[in-house]
């Protein structure tokens, strides 16, 4: 938790007499040439001249020196926690000068961490490393200074006691914030209810809030209004284990929430409550509707058209996380209205689950949104009239990926003769381009063609997928040809493409299935 003890006396005493001129720093430790640097801000040369080093002797040690030298001038040299806790134990009076530093909220405390973390990451299902003493002792030395908390505390392989200590240390960290916390995170945590509440009650000013793990009971709805009211600032809030998506029940109690979530992690979530999503779509600030992993039917649209969150989205189908785990299905006459009921609406995804009804499902689109500036796709049944049809429109970017079913090489010449192709400036072709055993009917020179037919493009994906089985002479073929590759970066670049990661002007991979 701290250096050494030969570390800290050699730290305490070069940075005395470094201090007071009578060290020489080229010889001494890192800390004690920091120090130097130090005597002539606190003492001028001019007036050390004059101080006999009797003087100095009789001061004896750092303790003697003011407080608030410390804590408003020697912070400011220390730029890790590690270098606080070791003047923390140079000396009896330096032992809460840490604590005073961070809660003054001294601009001169660089070192001092105001993001803490304790636990796994969130992709692993362990135990929390962290032993309950442990975070205790970070609360009473950082927990001042903190305003962004990652707690994660499962039982998993851990004893119950053990688990129950970790919790109330948690509760105690949270505690000595003294509701400075912006962002609580106890996603995955097996906080209590009544836990949960107290910590959201001890931290007023959050904006951000994740709690609690799927493992435990469903939280009431009356304990999630209690916190809403303890914090008035919150912005973004994800509280597993509720029947209800937060769209119908607890959003609308939430004027500042920016994304109106309609899904509650279930695999495709269906909506029910028409009625409480337009209260809240009325009553909230939001700018973004979440239909990730949800069932999303005409009427939850409709319920939106015409309020002031519908006024507001400029995105919509994105499925974010969800996209991942769960498929996201909306139906064509939900998009259609969305497009016509929304003025704002520059966005469009069309998510994996969902399928329109064709090319003319895209010249209807066309009509409803004329706005449309960028359009997703990963509809499988997609065809190449289809692409046709969508790149009759001002795209300023296009994204198709995963159309295994009918990828051909003519999905390009859908891009190629369209409207779209004076204005696309990015293209993304994610997995469009294999057929039965992976064999390409898109190729490189295929790409060029595409690059060469849109003047404004700047950046292209282009992402492969190859079996694996072929041997080694067999599998170059599916590596696009080195003149033709270079030949499409320095068109890209040419136009104001950046060459460099991660904003690569053109990004190729493959991946062996």
């Known amino acids: 938790f701290v250096g050494a003890p030969h570390d800290i006396q050699s730290f305490a ?58 804590t408003t001038r020697v912070a400011c040299y220390f730029h890790s926690r590690a270098e606080y806790l070791s003047l923390r134990v ?28 304790f636990g796994p990451p969130p992709s692993t299902y362990h135990e929390t490393l962290d032993p309950a003493r442990h975070i205790a002792a970070m609360a009473r030395v950082f927990g001042a200074g903190c305003r962004i908390l990652h707690g994660r505390v499962r039982r998993a392989g851990d ?61 009431r709805e009356s304990t ?59 009553a909230t600030r939001a700018s973004q509707l979440d239909v990730g992993g949800c069932y999303i039917t005409r009427e939850v649209i409709d319920a939106v058209v015409g309020t002031p969150l519908g006024d507001r989205i400029e995105t919509l189908g994105e499925a974010g996380e969800a996209r991942d785990w769960y498929e996201t299905k909306i139906f064509p006459e939900a998009l ?14 069309i998510p994996q689950g969902s399928t329109m009804d064709g090319p003319q499902f895209y010249e209807q689109l066309k009509r409803a949104a004329p706005q449309l500036r960028s359009l997703h796709i990963w509809d499988c049944s997609t065809t190449a009239a289809c692409v046709a049809a969508a790149c009759d429109m001002r795209l300023e970017r296009l994204h198709l990926d995963r159309l295994y079913d009918h990828g051909d090489r003519h999905i390009l010449d859908g891009i190629i003769n369209s409207e779209a192709s004076q204005t696309l400036e990015a293209l993304d072709l994610r ?26 493009l700047k950046r292209l994906s282009w992402w492969v997928v190859d079996d694996g089985e072929y041997d080694e002479a067999d599998r170059r073929v599916l590596d696009p040809d080195h003149e033709t590759y270079q030949a499409i970066r320095e068109l890209l670049v040419s136009r104001g493409g950046i060459d460099d990661w991660p904003d690569s002007a053109f990004d190729y991979k493959r991946w062996c299935h």
Request: proline residues 5%; aromatic residues 6%.
């Open 13 to 70: 005493l070069a940075g005395f007499w470094a201090a007071f001129g009578t060290l020489d720093v080229t010889s001494s430790t890192p800390s004690a040439a920091m120090l130097a640097s130090l005597r002539n801000l606190l003492w001028p040369k001019q007036r050390r001249r004059t101080v006999e080093l009797s003087i100095a002797q009789k001061l004896g040690s750092l303790s003697l020196l003011p407080e608030d030298v410390f």
């Open 90 to 117: 140079a000396s009896k009076a330096m032992l809460g000068l840490t604590q005073r530093a961070i809660a003054s909220g001294s601009s001169c405390c660089r070192g001092v961490p105001t993001v803490c973390e």
């Open 159 to 219: 004893s119950e006691i053990r688990t129950k200590e970790k919790l109330a240390a948690l509760e105690y960290f949270v505690a000595s914030t003294n509701g400075g916390l912006t962002t609580l995170d106890l996603n995955h945590s097996e906080v209590s209810e009544e836990m949960f509440l107290r910590m959201c009650r001890a931290s007023p000013k959050l904006t951000s809030l994740q709690g609690r793990s799927y493992l435990l009971p469903e939280m």
């Open 224 to 282: 999630i209004l209690a916190i809403i009211e303890a914090c008035p600032d919150l912005e973004v809030v994800e509280i597993a284990n509720i029947s209800h998506s937060p769209a119908e029940t607890w959003a609308r109690h939430i004027p500042r929430l920016k994304t109106i979530k309609c899904g509650t992690g279930k695999y495709l979530y269906r909506p029910r409550f028409i009625d409480n999503i337009r209260a809240t779509a009325l």
């Open 336 to 349: 259609l209205a969305a497009a016509r009921g929304f003025p704002r609406l520059t966005e469009l995804h």
């Open 431 to 456: 997995f469009i381009s294999e057929e039965v055993g992976f064999e390409l009917v898109v190729r490189a020179a295929d790409v060029l063609r595409v690059v060469r037919a849109c003047p404004r």
